[in-house]
DNA sequence: AAATCTCTCAACCGCCGGCTG
DNA sequence: GCAGCCGGCGGTTGAGAGATT
Protein backbone atom coordinates (compact mmCIF):
# COMPACT_ATOMS: atom_id res chain seq x y z
CA UNK A 1 0.00 0.00 0.00
CA UNK A 2 1.50 3.22 -0.94
CA UNK A 3 -0.11 5.33 2.27
CA UNK A 4 1.66 2.79 4.83
CA UNK A 5 5.15 4.38 4.69
CA UNK A 6 3.22 7.45 6.16
CA UNK A 7 2.73 5.75 9.51
CA UNK A 8 5.68 3.32 10.16
CA UNK A 9 8.74 5.58 11.19
CA UNK A 10 6.30 7.23 13.72
CA UNK A 11 5.96 5.71 17.14
CA UNK A 12 2.00 5.08 17.41
CA UNK A 13 0.01 8.33 18.74
CA UNK A 14 -2.29 7.75 20.98
CA UNK A 15 -6.18 7.23 19.35
CA UNK A 16 -8.89 9.19 21.19
CA UNK A 17 -11.48 6.97 21.24
CA UNK A 18 -15.77 7.26 22.03
CA UNK A 19 -18.38 9.82 20.53
CA UNK A 20 -17.04 12.42 18.00
CA UNK A 21 -17.15 15.88 18.78
CA UNK A 22 -18.50 18.36 16.48
CA UNK A 23 -15.09 20.03 16.05
CA UNK A 24 -14.03 16.61 15.13
CA UNK A 25 -16.85 16.07 12.76
CA UNK A 26 -15.98 18.94 11.30
CA UNK A 27 -12.38 18.93 10.79
CA UNK A 28 -12.79 15.27 8.75
CA UNK A 29 -15.86 16.61 6.86
CA UNK A 30 -13.92 20.00 6.00
CA UNK A 31 -10.84 17.36 4.90
CA UNK A 32 -12.69 14.83 3.30
CA UNK A 33 -14.57 17.47 0.80
CA UNK A 34 -11.62 19.41 0.18
CA UNK A 35 -9.38 16.61 -0.60
CA UNK A 36 -11.00 13.26 -1.10
CA UNK A 37 -11.14 10.16 -0.17
CA UNK A 38 -7.92 8.43 -0.19
CA UNK A 39 -6.04 6.23 2.30
CA UNK A 40 -8.00 6.49 5.47
CA UNK A 41 -4.83 6.00 7.83
CA UNK A 42 -3.62 9.46 6.71
CA UNK A 43 -6.71 11.21 7.28
CA UNK A 44 -6.29 11.60 10.66
CA UNK A 45 -2.64 12.65 10.65
CA UNK A 46 -3.49 15.06 7.90
CA UNK A 47 -7.02 16.33 9.18
CA UNK A 48 -5.48 17.14 12.79
CA UNK A 49 -7.63 14.62 14.66
CA UNK A 50 -6.26 12.25 17.35
CA UNK A 51 -8.42 9.03 15.91
CA UNK A 52 -7.24 5.85 13.98
CA UNK A 53 -8.34 5.60 10.23
CA UNK A 54 -10.43 3.17 11.16
CA UNK A 55 -12.60 5.62 13.00
CA UNK A 56 -12.53 8.09 10.71
CA UNK A 57 -13.85 5.78 7.98
CA UNK A 58 -16.70 4.77 9.96
CA UNK A 59 -17.55 7.90 10.96
CA UNK A 60 -17.41 9.30 7.56
CA UNK A 61 -19.27 6.26 6.29
CA UNK A 62 -22.16 6.12 9.17
CA UNK A 63 -22.67 10.10 9.78
CA UNK A 64 -21.04 12.65 7.68
CA UNK A 65 -21.21 10.83 4.02
CA UNK A 66 -23.15 13.29 1.94
CA UNK A 67 -27.05 11.37 1.04
CA UNK A 68 -27.54 9.81 4.41
CA UNK A 69 -31.04 8.94 4.91
CA UNK A 70 -31.87 9.78 8.89
CA UNK A 71 -34.85 8.59 10.38
CA UNK A 72 -37.59 6.19 10.74
CA UNK A 73 -37.44 3.27 8.66
CA UNK A 74 -40.53 2.91 6.31
CA UNK A 75 -43.12 0.11 6.50
CA UNK A 76 -42.07 -0.89 2.75
CA UNK A 77 -38.32 -0.65 4.02
CA UNK A 78 -38.82 -2.77 7.04
CA UNK A 79 -40.54 -5.73 5.28
CA UNK A 80 -37.41 -5.44 2.65
CA UNK A 81 -34.91 -5.71 5.37
CA UNK A 82 -37.10 -8.91 6.75
CA UNK A 83 -37.08 -10.50 3.26
CA UNK A 84 -33.52 -9.64 2.18
CA UNK A 85 -32.70 -10.87 5.29
CA UNK A 86 -34.11 -14.47 5.05
CA UNK A 87 -32.35 -15.02 1.81
CA UNK A 88 -29.21 -13.26 2.76
CA UNK A 89 -28.53 -13.78 6.36
CA UNK A 90 -26.80 -11.78 8.37
CA UNK A 91 -24.72 -10.21 5.26
CA UNK A 92 -25.54 -6.41 6.32
CA UNK A 93 -23.40 -4.70 3.63
CA UNK A 94 -25.29 -6.20 1.09
CA UNK A 95 -28.67 -6.01 2.24
CA UNK A 96 -27.86 -2.16 3.04
CA UNK A 97 -27.09 -1.72 -0.65
CA UNK A 98 -30.74 -2.11 -1.46
CA UNK A 99 -31.42 0.88 0.87
CA UNK A 100 -29.88 3.81 -1.09
CA UNK A 101 -28.65 6.49 2.04
CA UNK A 102 -29.18 3.80 4.38
CA UNK A 103 -25.89 2.28 6.28
CA UNK A 104 -25.02 -1.77 7.61
CA UNK A 105 -24.49 -0.53 10.57
CA UNK A 106 -27.95 1.07 11.11
CA UNK A 107 -29.65 -2.08 9.52
CA UNK A 108 -27.98 -3.68 11.43
CA UNK A 109 -29.04 -1.75 14.80
CA UNK A 110 -32.53 -1.42 13.47
CA UNK A 111 -32.76 -5.39 12.97
CA UNK A 112 -31.07 -6.44 16.08
CA UNK A 113 -33.27 -3.69 18.41
CA UNK A 114 -37.18 -3.73 16.25
CA UNK A 115 -37.14 -6.61 13.75
CA UNK A 116 -35.58 -9.56 15.36
CA UNK A 117 -38.38 -9.77 17.64
CA UNK A 118 -40.87 -9.32 15.46
CA UNK A 119 -39.26 -12.52 13.66
CA UNK A 120 -39.23 -14.19 16.93
CA UNK A 121 -42.78 -13.23 17.99
CA UNK A 122 -43.77 -14.72 14.16
CA UNK A 123 -41.96 -17.85 14.81
CA UNK A 124 -43.37 -18.38 18.21
CA UNK A 125 -46.97 -17.76 17.09
CA UNK A 126 -45.94 -20.50 14.14
CA UNK A 127 -45.23 -23.15 16.58
CA UNK A 128 -48.47 -22.37 18.40
CA UNK A 129 -50.61 -22.50 14.92
CA UNK A 130 -48.83 -25.42 14.42
CA UNK A 131 -49.67 -27.56 17.77
CA UNK A 132 -52.82 -26.12 17.80
CA UNK A 133 -53.26 -27.50 13.94
CA UNK A 134 -51.55 -30.97 14.54
CA UNK A 135 -54.17 -31.38 17.69
CA UNK A 136 -57.04 -30.56 16.07
CA UNK A 137 -56.57 -32.27 12.36
CA UNK A 138 -53.46 -33.96 12.30
CA UNK A 139 -54.54 -36.19 9.58
CA UNK A 140 -55.11 -33.11 7.47
CA UNK A 141 -51.77 -32.07 7.51
CA UNK A 142 -49.41 -33.65 4.52
CA UNK A 143 -45.93 -32.43 3.41
CA UNK A 144 -47.56 -29.91 1.23
CA UNK A 145 -48.59 -27.69 3.85
CA UNK A 146 -44.93 -26.05 4.03
CA UNK A 147 -44.41 -25.40 0.81
CA UNK A 148 -47.83 -23.07 1.06
CA UNK A 149 -46.36 -20.76 3.50
CA UNK A 150 -46.41 -17.26 3.00
CA UNK A 151 -42.84 -16.34 1.56
CA UNK A 152 -41.80 -12.65 0.48
CA UNK A 153 -41.15 -12.28 -2.88
CA UNK A 154 -39.66 -9.46 -3.42
CA UNK A 155 -39.98 -8.17 -7.03
CA UNK A 156 -36.62 -8.35 -8.79
CA UNK A 157 -34.94 -9.91 -5.62
CA UNK A 158 -35.62 -13.18 -7.14
CA UNK A 159 -31.65 -13.44 -8.07
CA UNK A 160 -30.81 -13.45 -4.81
CA UNK A 161 -31.90 -17.05 -4.47
CA UNK A 162 -28.70 -17.37 -6.36
CA UNK A 163 -26.47 -15.30 -4.22
CA UNK A 164 -27.84 -16.96 -0.84
CA UNK A 165 -25.48 -20.41 -1.95
CA UNK A 166 -24.39 -21.92 0.89
CA UNK A 167 -23.69 -18.60 2.84
CA UNK A 168 -26.56 -19.29 4.99
CA UNK A 169 -25.69 -17.84 8.73
CA UNK A 170 -27.53 -19.55 11.53
CA UNK A 171 -29.93 -16.74 11.66
CA UNK A 172 -31.23 -17.24 8.20
CA UNK A 173 -32.11 -20.90 8.68
CA UNK A 174 -34.13 -20.65 11.95
CA UNK A 175 -35.91 -17.87 10.81
CA UNK A 176 -39.84 -19.03 9.68
CA UNK A 177 -41.85 -17.28 7.15
CA UNK A 178 -43.62 -14.43 8.95
CA UNK A 179 -47.10 -15.30 9.31
CA UNK A 180 -48.13 -11.76 10.28
CA UNK A 181 -45.84 -10.10 8.02
CA UNK A 182 -47.70 -8.48 4.62
CA UNK A 183 -46.40 -9.88 1.74
CA UNK A 184 -45.02 -7.72 -1.03
CA UNK A 185 -47.28 -7.92 -3.68
CA UNK A 186 -45.98 -7.91 -7.38
CA UNK A 187 -48.30 -6.18 -8.78
CA UNK A 188 -48.72 -3.16 -6.19
CA UNK A 189 -45.34 -2.80 -4.62
CA UNK A 190 -44.07 0.67 -3.67
CA UNK A 191 -41.05 -0.56 -4.33
CA UNK A 192 -38.60 -0.32 -7.22
CA UNK A 193 -39.74 -2.97 -9.60
CA UNK A 194 -36.37 -3.69 -10.39
CA UNK A 195 -33.27 -5.10 -8.84
CA UNK A 196 -30.49 -3.74 -8.04
CA UNK A 197 -28.03 -5.42 -9.84
CA UNK A 198 -25.30 -3.87 -8.37
CA UNK A 199 -26.20 -0.08 -6.35
CA UNK A 200 -23.38 2.15 -7.41
CA UNK A 201 -22.63 3.51 -4.00
CA UNK A 202 -22.81 6.90 -2.96
CA UNK A 203 -19.11 5.98 -1.66
CA UNK A 204 -18.02 4.78 -5.54
CA UNK A 205 -19.95 8.33 -7.22
CA UNK A 206 -17.60 10.38 -4.56
CA UNK A 207 -14.31 8.36 -4.70
CA UNK A 208 -14.57 9.04 -8.16
CA UNK A 209 -15.38 12.89 -7.94
CA UNK A 210 -12.98 13.71 -5.40
CA UNK A 211 -10.11 11.75 -7.61
CA UNK A 212 -11.34 13.46 -10.12
CA UNK A 213 -11.99 16.32 -8.71
CA UNK A 214 -13.51 19.20 -10.56
CA UNK A 215 -15.56 17.06 -11.95
CA UNK A 216 -19.01 17.09 -11.82
CA UNK A 217 -21.53 14.30 -11.52
CA UNK A 218 -24.89 16.22 -11.49
CA UNK A 219 -24.23 18.44 -14.24
CA UNK A 220 -27.48 20.27 -15.43
CA UNK A 221 -25.91 20.21 -18.59
CA UNK A 222 -25.27 16.72 -19.05
CA UNK A 223 -27.98 15.16 -17.98
CA UNK A 224 -31.49 15.54 -19.47
CA UNK A 225 -34.00 16.57 -17.19
CA UNK A 226 -36.89 15.14 -19.41
CA UNK A 227 -34.85 11.45 -19.28
CA UNK A 228 -37.63 9.52 -20.22
CA UNK A 229 -35.52 6.57 -18.95
CA UNK A 230 -35.38 8.00 -15.81
CA UNK A 231 -37.69 6.01 -13.58
CA UNK A 232 -39.08 5.77 -10.03
CA UNK A 233 -37.19 8.71 -8.47
CA UNK A 234 -37.92 6.59 -4.72
CA UNK A 235 -35.77 9.43 -3.44
CA UNK A 236 -35.36 13.15 -3.71
CA UNK A 237 -34.25 16.14 -2.12
CA UNK A 238 -33.76 20.24 -2.45
CA UNK A 239 -30.28 21.38 -2.36
CA UNK A 240 -30.34 24.74 -0.66
CA UNK A 241 -27.49 27.47 -0.08
CA UNK A 242 -27.41 29.63 3.12
CA UNK A 243 -30.27 31.82 1.80
CA UNK A 244 -32.17 30.19 -1.11
CA UNK A 245 -33.55 27.05 -3.17
CA UNK A 246 -30.87 26.45 -5.58
CA UNK A 247 -32.35 23.12 -7.01
CA UNK A 248 -33.80 19.92 -6.68
CA UNK A 249 -31.84 16.65 -6.69
CA UNK A 250 -33.88 13.34 -7.48
CA UNK A 251 -32.04 10.15 -7.26
CA UNK A 252 -33.55 7.37 -9.17
CA UNK A 253 -32.83 4.69 -11.98
CA UNK A 254 -31.84 4.84 -15.45
CA UNK A 255 -32.73 2.12 -17.76
CA UNK A 256 -30.03 0.73 -19.49
CA UNK A 257 -30.74 -0.36 -22.98
CA UNK A 258 -28.00 -2.70 -23.97
CA UNK A 259 -29.07 -4.50 -20.68
CA UNK A 260 -31.98 -5.25 -18.77
CA UNK A 261 -30.24 -3.68 -15.68
CA UNK A 262 -31.32 -0.30 -13.96
CA UNK A 263 -28.80 1.92 -13.09
CA UNK A 264 -28.71 4.38 -10.25
CA UNK A 265 -28.35 7.99 -11.18
CA UNK A 266 -28.78 11.64 -10.14
CA UNK A 267 -30.78 14.54 -11.69
CA UNK A 268 -30.43 17.63 -10.97
CA UNK A 269 -33.88 20.12 -11.64
CA UNK A 270 -34.42 23.69 -11.89
CA UNK A 271 -31.28 25.02 -10.75
CA UNK A 272 -29.86 28.31 -10.03
CA UNK A 273 -26.28 28.41 -9.59
CA UNK A 274 -25.37 29.29 -5.99
CA UNK A 275 -21.87 29.24 -4.49
CA UNK A 276 -20.13 28.06 -1.40
CA UNK A 277 -21.56 24.94 1.02
CA UNK A 278 -25.01 23.82 0.42
CA UNK A 279 -27.20 21.82 2.29
CA UNK A 280 -29.11 18.67 0.62
CA UNK A 281 -32.50 18.55 1.89
CA UNK A 282 -34.83 15.01 2.48
CA UNK A 283 -37.95 15.62 3.71
CA UNK A 284 -37.61 17.69 6.59
CA UNK A 285 -33.96 16.87 7.45
CA UNK A 286 -31.29 18.80 6.58
CA UNK A 287 -28.80 15.78 5.61
CA UNK A 288 -25.38 17.13 4.51
CA UNK A 289 -23.70 19.61 3.07
CA UNK A 290 -22.84 19.78 -0.63
CA UNK A 291 -20.47 22.48 -2.52
CA UNK A 292 -21.92 24.30 -4.90
CA UNK A 293 -20.19 26.04 -7.88
CA UNK A 294 -22.85 26.37 -10.86
CA UNK A 295 -22.80 23.11 -11.20
CA UNK A 296 -22.79 20.49 -8.59
CA UNK A 297 -19.52 20.37 -7.37
CA UNK A 298 -17.27 18.43 -5.27
C1' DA B 1 -38.53 13.08 42.59
C1' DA B 2 -35.49 9.31 42.57
C1' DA B 3 -34.20 4.75 41.33
C1' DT B 4 -34.37 1.19 38.16
C1' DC B 5 -35.16 -0.86 33.84
C1' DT B 6 -35.32 -0.96 28.80
C1' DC B 7 -34.15 0.44 24.41
C1' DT B 8 -31.50 2.70 20.80
C1' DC B 9 -27.58 3.44 18.24
C1' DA B 10 -22.80 5.22 17.75
C1' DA B 11 -18.60 3.27 18.07
C1' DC B 12 -15.23 -0.28 19.02
C1' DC B 13 -13.16 -4.88 18.36
C1' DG B 14 -11.51 -8.73 16.01
C1' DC B 15 -11.35 -11.26 11.98
C1' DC B 16 -10.76 -11.79 7.04
C1' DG B 17 -9.24 -11.17 2.32
C1' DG B 18 -6.58 -8.39 -0.81
C1' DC B 19 -2.54 -5.98 -1.87
C1' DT B 20 2.34 -4.79 -1.69
C1' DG B 21 7.24 -5.16 -0.86
C1' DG C 1 5.86 -17.78 0.20
C1' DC C 2 5.74 -14.54 3.91
C1' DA C 3 4.93 -10.52 6.72
C1' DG C 4 2.73 -6.29 7.29
C1' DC C 5 -0.75 -3.08 6.29
C1' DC C 6 -5.17 -1.74 4.72
C1' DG C 7 -10.21 -1.56 4.03
C1' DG C 8 -14.35 -3.95 4.82
C1' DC C 9 -17.44 -6.57 7.46
C1' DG C 10 -20.19 -8.57 11.29
C1' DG C 11 -20.52 -9.06 16.27
C1' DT C 12 -20.63 -6.74 20.38
C1' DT C 13 -20.46 -3.10 23.83
C1' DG C 14 -21.78 0.73 26.49
C1' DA C 15 -23.40 5.55 27.01
C1' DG C 16 -27.36 8.08 27.06
C1' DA C 17 -32.26 8.83 26.59
C1' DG C 18 -36.75 7.53 27.65
C1' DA C 19 -40.09 4.65 30.14
C1' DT C 20 -41.57 2.56 34.19
C1' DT C 21 -41.94 1.70 39.07
Known sequence: MGCNSLEKSKTKPKHRKGLWSPEEDARLRNYVLKYGLGCWSSVPVNAGLQRNGKSCRLRWINYLRPGLKRGMFTIEEEETIMALHRLLGNKWSQIAQNFPGRTDNEIKNYWHSCLKKKVVKAQEMEVHMNSQCINSNSQSIDSSTSQEKPSIQLPGFESFENMKGSSSTDTDQSIPQMLDCPRVDTQESPLPKILFAEWLSLDHIYGQLFVNSGESVISKDTLDQHDPTFQDNFTHGFLLNEESYVGELHHGLSNDSSSDMFSPQFKFE????????????????????????????Y
Open 270 to 297: SQTPGSGICDFVYGDEICSDFNMNGHVM
